[in-house]
């Protein structure tokens, strides 16, 4: 590989607990970072971390980072359609919740997104995901560890 594997974080939505721990492993390895959201996020002031604020809108964070990943990145997401198009690209998804996300398993996430969307749109209540805990957080940490022992 010829420059460093980047990581990408979808930071609208993002937990600032994920945001943190990936900000403290990149001050510990270096690895570029690149926070992309439709608002301003408040990051560390080095130089490999960098905020990109996109135009508001549907889907515009998430086009810029389909549009400028590279194979090899790591992107921060829960958008499924989103991780679709970086697995394609040939990069790596992990979830907020330390999910990672790949071939073998984006098409049955994708597919039960979409029906979850079909119910929502017909009025039922489908309710949301729970807190982000300890757990969550542990799980995290645990993919990003695995991610950046092969990649760095």
């Known amino acids: ?15 600032g607990a994920v945001k943190e ?19 301003w996020q408040q990051t560390p002031k080095f130089t490999w971390i960098q905020a990109i604020v ?6 515009v964070a998430d086009d810029y980072i389909a549009e400028n990943c590279q194979p090899g990145d790591l992107v921060i997401t829960e958008d499924i359609p989103l991780a679709a198009r970086v697995i394609q690209a040939q990069g790596t998804v992990i979830r907020f919740r330390g999910e990672l996300l790949t071939e073998d398993n984006v098409d049955q996430r994708l597919a039960k997104r979409n029906f979850l969307d079909e119910l929502r749109g017909g009025g039922v209540m489908t309710g949301g995901p729970p807190p982000f805990g300890p757990k969550d957080k542990q799980r995290f940490a645990g993919a990003l560890d695995r991610w950046l022992a092969r990649h760095h």
């Open 21 to 39: 721990m990936v900000f403290k492993a990149s001050s510990r390895t270096k690895v570029p970072v690149m926070v992309v959201a439709n608002r």
């Open 1 to 15: 590989m010829d420059r460093s594997a980047t990581i990408w974080i979808d930071a609208d939505g993002s937990p």
């Open 54 to 59: 996109v135009e508001g809108g549907l889907d």
